[in-house]
Structure formats: C-alpha cells, structure tokens
C-alpha cells in the first residue's frame, strides 16, 4: 500500500509505523508527507490499535526534508509553496494529535524534520550513538512548520540553544533539551521501547485518549493561527536570495556564501 513507510500491528494492538527510505536517509518527500499523513488517520480510526511505535529503518532516523522536494518549492509559484507547507504542517499536526500513546525508536540520527517527528511522539527513546540538529539555517531556511512542536517539546530557553545554530548535539544533550526521554546502545533499543509500550496494554484504551487530550488541553496551544504563520514564514523564506544561495550550494557541493572560507 505504502511505499516510503510500513505500517505492522501486531495481536496486542501495537502498531509500528516505519520510515523505509533507506537510500535518502529516510528524508521526507512529497510522498512521505502523503503517506504519514494517511497512517497517522487510518491508525487514529482503528480502535484495535493500542499504541504506536514511529521507526525507522537504516542508519538514520529522517534526515529532515528531501532537499528535492525543497528545491521544487524554490520553483514553484507562492500558492504551490504555501500548500504543500501545508501538507508537512498537517502531517505533524496528525501525528501530534493521533489519540493513541505514539513511543519514538530513533536508531540513528535525526536533523532538520526529524526532529519534528521526534517531537510529536508521546515519548522517544534514542540509540546513544545519535547525532541530531536544527540545520535549516545553514541552508538558508527555517525549522518553521516543525517550530511549534519542537518549541512545545523542549521549551523556549531550551529551544533558544540549538534553534537557529544548527549546530549537531549527542544523545546526551538531547535528553538534556527534552527530545529524547533516555538513551541506551544500539542492541537495547528494542527492549527499551518495549518497556514504554507494555504499561499501556493494561490502561483502557479510550482513558488513554482522553487523558492525552487533556495534556494537550493544558499545555500551550499549537493552534491553527500558529500554524498559518509558520507556514507563511517557511514560504517567505524560501523567496530569500539566501535560501536560493543556501540549497544552490548544497546541490553543487560547495560552500554557501556565508561559510568561512
């Protein structure tokens, strides 16, 4: 059905929603988007799903978004940016809001848009050889439709150290920043994410949404004017000399304008 991920529930309800993009490093595409965005619905709706486990396969976990798909929108006219902005934004939001318990297993590294996903999750556990980053600014752009959840996720102050850098943290730091909720080797993933699933299958189910919804009542709101704006701010972005500079260099493998020499 899918192409770019796989969705396996097994009897106990337990559902594992895994990016296989191996050869692009799981970065999201248009496709990806679509298909995320229609297993977060179909997972939402199937009440013989317990819980979820967002995965990956490969050596990283997403490599944020396929610098493909982004070079489209450097081409495309503004309503064609402003709406398929809208698409990643709704993807997130679907996740986000998915009323079932969502456990990160992140094998490997995460920037950009991985980092997003990581946020959406109730709660992540990372491989402690991990390797993470906001990079979007050195490529000129903004983590801006992934801003409310990362933000959300580690708080403005902590946000504020790695937001706008793009500087690469351990797994250790991100423990510290709130993405990861622990570290453990590689051989342990497994098991460790077993461990946040299991005390799940013993809560009623339809408890557990609720008591979701009521986190996400009481904590600030990532609301639709939010959204908009950050949609709007990635579009007007991408019109920036800077954004044409940044993913132009990228593509040709050399230095944006901006580096040191």
Known sequence: MYQTISVETDPRGVARLTLIRVGKHNAMSAEMIAELTDAAAQLGADDAVRVVVLAAEGKS????GDLGWMRAQMAADGETRYREARKLAEMLGALNTLPKPVIGAVQGNAFGGGLGLISVCDVAVGADHVKMGLTE??????????????????????????????????????????????IVPAADLEVAVEREVVPYLSCAPGAVASAKQLV???????????????????????????ADE?????FEKRKAAWMPA
């Open 61 to 64: 976990f997403c490599a944020g």
């Open 137 to 182: 600014t050195r490529l000129g752009l903004i983590p801006a439709t992934i801003g409310p959840y990362v933000v959300a996720r580690m708080g403005e102050a902590r946000a504020r150290r790695v937001f706008m850098s793009a500087r690469l943290f351990d797994a250790a730091e991100a423990i510290d920043l709130g993405l990861l909720a622990r």
């Open 216 to 242: 996400r009542d009481l904590a600030p709101t990532v609301d639709e004017a939010a959204i908009d704006m950050t949609i709007r701010a990635l579009v007007d972005r991408w019109e920036t000399a800077e």
């Open 246 to 250: 940044g993913i132009g260099a990228f």
